[in-house]
């Protein structure tokens, strides 16, 4: 009996510390370049950029065009360190798990001198037995951060193999974006980006997947083949846009931004988010927001315009990321499809690529068989055996908008508008099944460009706007259609004004044509709701919640 009482104490001392079931590793945490000797306190969750900035050690990388001398960082090694206390080292037979939720990207992890795990995955969920390694007072936890740029490019050639991708990006398995996009800077970001813990045996929670009342139909019809969502049974319009992470800085993104940007969406009139797969599989938070808000979530994969290797070790890490976010999010009942990935399969068939890299037609097929692998056979796999009871679609769109199916099979992502210059007029004839990409381009206002730019800088030729607009010929195409459209421009407030108004005739457009299709369209996910930093770009709503004139359009038109 006096062994047990004895037991039950130091248990019961240590779940003190540990809150009952876990604690936060969050506190005394500091970080250094691995070239120096120099340490300087960390945030975390947080990311190297954000603790240089807090640190004075560097500009602020969203202000002027500070994006182009801070390429740097990512070249980087860097080291991180906290030191806890345990009050009593835990019996034999019971297990203290370390906990990491998100280490972004490539990591080697000590515990007390010991090497406890290599990392290559932000996006997955490691967890290891610390019970032998811990001490009562002064453990100290060390994560070196390996240079992702310099891994991708090292894997990239180690591969042997021409992978298409305007970069090496795709073999990380990092936020894409971080590497830029035609809407994103390139921060090649590393750090504690979610939650570290340490637990007492804690117990996997089972998370029985919801029941889903939205099913996809595809099926074939008169037209061609049908896309298109019921909810108990009801064929019902989905009204939505294309999510981005909602900073390029991860954990920046606090319950308030995710809370103001959806009741945004939902006072839009919105009811579905596609979660668009260059970017996260977002916080719990996004998700038990769009729960109780009642948007239904279209879940992409983290993969998005290019092609994968499908090597053992990669696939392994892919299924384990797979299994750690589906078995996440399932609880969810506002996810209603999983997808592959975005526009891989469009790109493989229509972008060119096989020419532009020289690919030759034995290893065109290899590569083919590669992504058949992944995206028809392992991901589907995983979806059908942990949420079976919803869809799994292989990519979007199911046909490029080059190609006539586009208009009469699945979803479609037209860009006939913008980049294939056509008038905003053609957006009442290209009426697809379900609309899952189509915008705009449109200047934030002013009040978020003198966020970072000076009153002296405020021109399209300014370098720091240049630096702020990421499509290669995102000015150009806008003043083309601010003249198509007889739009008079004098300055640059309203260029500013003209590019907005175009973005609202565009939505207007292209909503009235497909919510009056009479049942052929059945869903407009506009691209793009949000940003991930001031930028010009498709969205309606910028980095700092203000709307553009194509929110109000949206909201017109959708309620």
Not at 133 to 157: G, P, W, Y
Not at 189 to 195: E, F, L, P, S, V
Request: glycine share 6%.
């Amino acid at each position: 009996m006096k062994k047990r009482v004895f037991l039950f104490f130091i248990l019961c001392s240590l779940f003190s510390q540990l809150s009952a079931k876990y604690r936060y590793l969050h506190s005394n945490w500091q970080f250094k370049n691995t070239k120096d000797a120099l340490w300087y306190p960390a945030t975390v969750p947080g990311t190297i950029h954000t603790d240089l900035l807090a640190n004075k050690q560097i500009s602020d990388p969203f202000v002027s065009d500070h994006e182009r001398t801070l390429q740097w960082i990512g070249l980087q090694d860097w080291e991180y360190r906290t030191k806890f206390d345990v009050a009593d080292k835990p019996p034999p037979g019971t297990k203290v798990l370390l906990q990491f939720e998100g280490l972004d990207t490539y990591t080697t992890i000590y515990l007390n001198g010991k090497q406890l795990l290599q990392t290559d995955n932000m996006f997955r969920t490691y967890r290891q037995d610390v019970s032998h390694l811990l001490k009562t007072k002064n453990n100290v936890l060390q994560i070196v951060f390996h240079s992702a740029e310099l891994k991708a490019r090292n894997d990239s050639i180690q591969s042997g193999w021409i992978y298409p991708c305007e970069n090496n990006r795709n073999f990380t398995r990092k936020a894409q974006y971080h590497f830029g996009w035609d809407w994103a800077p390139r921060f090649i970001t590393c750090g504690i980006w979610r939650n570290v813990k340490l637990m007492i045996n804690e117990k996997e929670e089972t998370n029985a997947p919801q029941y889903s009342p939205v099913q996809l139909i595809q099926e074939k019809d008169s037209i061609g083949q049908s896309f298109y969502f019921t909810v108990n049974g009801k064929p019902t319009f989905m009204k939505g846009a294309n999510w981005i992470p909602a900073d390029v800085f991860l954990p920046r993104i606090g319950k308030d931004k995710y809370r103001s940007l959806l009741i945004a969406a939902r006072e839009a009139g919105m009811n579905m988010l596609r979660v668009w797969g260059g970017g996260i599989y977002e916080d719990d938070t996004f998700y038990e927001l769009c729960d109780s808000l009642n948007i239904y979530v279209w879940q992409d994969f983290m993969f998005a315009g290019a092609m994968y290797p499908a090597t053992e070790a990669f696939l392994d890490n892919i299924t384990q990321e797979a299994i750690d976010n589906i078995k996440r999010l399932r609880k969810h009942k506002c996810i209603v499809l999983w997808c592959g990935n975005n526009e891989i399969d469009e790109a493989w068939h229509n972008w060119g690529w096989q020419k532009q890299f020289a690919i030759s037609k034995k290893d065109s097929a290899q590569l083919w068989k590669e992504y058949i692998k992944i995206f028809h056979e392992l991901l589907p796999s995983l979806v059908s055996q942990y949420d079976s009871g919803r869809a799994y679609i292989a990519s979007s769109p199911l046909y490029g908008w080059g190609r006539q199916q586009s208009m009469t099979h699945g979803d479609s992502h037209f860009w006939g508008m913008w980049w294939g210059m056509q008038p905003i007029e053609v957006m009442s004839q290209k009426v697809p099944r379900f609309m899952s990409e189509y915008g705009m381009q449109a200047m934030p206002d002013l009040e978020t460009v003198r966020q970072f730019a000076t009153i002296n800088e405020l021109d399209t030729a300014a370098t720091v706007i240049k630096a702020h607009q990421k499509h290669p010929t995102g000015f150009q195409t806008l003043q083309n259609y601010l003249q198509m459209e007889k739009i008079s421009v004098t300055d640059f407030q309203s260029f500013i004004s003209g590019t907005q108004e175009l973005q609202r005739r565009a939505i207007e457009t292209a909503l009235k044509a497909q919510l009056n299709s009479n049942g052929r369209c059945m869903g407009s996910l506009l691209w793009q709701f949000n940003d991930c930093w001031p930028v010009c770009s498709w969205s309606v709503v910028d980095y700092y919640g203000r709307k553009k004139k194509g929110y109000t359009a949206l909201q017109k038109a959708f309620k």
